[in-house]
T-cell receptor, first 113, second 115 residues
Framework: GQQLNQSPQSMFIQEGEDVSMNCTSS?????WLWYKQDPGEGPVLLIA?????ELTSNGRLTAQFGITRKDSFLNISASIPSDVGIYFC?????????????FGKGTKLTVNP | EAQVTQNPRYLITVTGKKLTVTCSQN?????MSWYRQDPGLGLRQIYY???????DKGDVPEGYKVSRKEKRNFPLILESPSPNQTSLYFC??????????????FGNGTRLTVT
């Protein structure tokens, strides 16, 4: 099946630093989605990417869909304490008329004030 | 308020005692899904439903059952829970998957402990 490799597993940074995390796939993707999970809550969609090469921003967040369609990165600029959480990449898979999401294992971000 | 509601938030039970985790959404979404989240493994899909009376297995369906008798509800049933089903469970819904404006909406989770 589809495999998503997300890295790094965890990051410890100082407030104000920039952050970068990425996902790679063993096969070609049609979509890349980035979610954030705050402690004690369910994941929330941050950015959706649907075209190879697409670069999309959402405030201090920027994500890109790799040209090869096998990778994506998420950058956070000027981190703040509320950026703490787990960030997941995800892929939408269409198979035989059905669709589902497959998630990476997540990047846990800690921001020190 | 548009939301996905899971109950209970926390559940401690014993091996073999049947339990049901309820999930309800008030957004008239067609697509609903259950995930489990485990340390180091991320979110893994258990079952999903594209519409009423249509359910399909996800990546880790063993030991679980679901039903979709009406659009708003998608309960997760553990007929005979075992300790390896101790996990954090999330229900999610969306109008349909594969739509630009159809992000998955997640519930706040159910933390299940099976002793």
């Amino acid at each position: 099946g589809q495999q998503l490799n997300q890295s790094p597993q965890s990051m410890f940074i100082q407030e104000g630093e920039d952050v970068s995390m990425n996902c790679t796939s063993s096969s070609i993707f049609n979509t890349w989605l980035w979610y954030k999970q705050d402690p004690g809550e369910g994941p929330v969609l941050l950015i959706a990417l649907y075209k190879a090469g697409e670069l999309t921003s959402n405030g201090r967040l920027t994500a890109q869909f790799g040209i090869t369609r096998k990778d994506s990165f998420l950058n956070i600029s000027a981190s703040i304490p509320s950026d703490v959480g787990i960030y997941f990449c995800a892929e939408q898979i269409s198979q035989g008329g059905s669709e589902k999401l497959v998630f990476g294992k997540g990047t846990k971000l800690t921001v020190n004030p | 308020e548009a939301q996905v509601t899971q109950n209970p938030r926390y559940l401690i039970t014993v091996t073999g005692k049947k339990l049901t985790v309820t999930c309800s959404q008030n957004m008239n979404h067609e697509y609903m899904s259950w995930y489990r989240q485990d340390p180091g493994l991320g979110l893994r899909q258990i079952y999903y439903s594209m519409n009423v009376e249509v359910t399909d297995k996800g990546d880790v369906p063993e030991g679980y059952k679901v039903s979709r008798k009406e659009k708003r509800n998608f309960p997760l049933i553990l007929e005979s829970p075992s300790p390896n089903q101790t996990s954090l469970y999330f229900c999610a819904s969306s109008p349909t998957v594969g739509n630009y404006n159809s992000p998955l909406h997640f519930g706040n989770g159910t933390r299940l402990t099976v002793t």
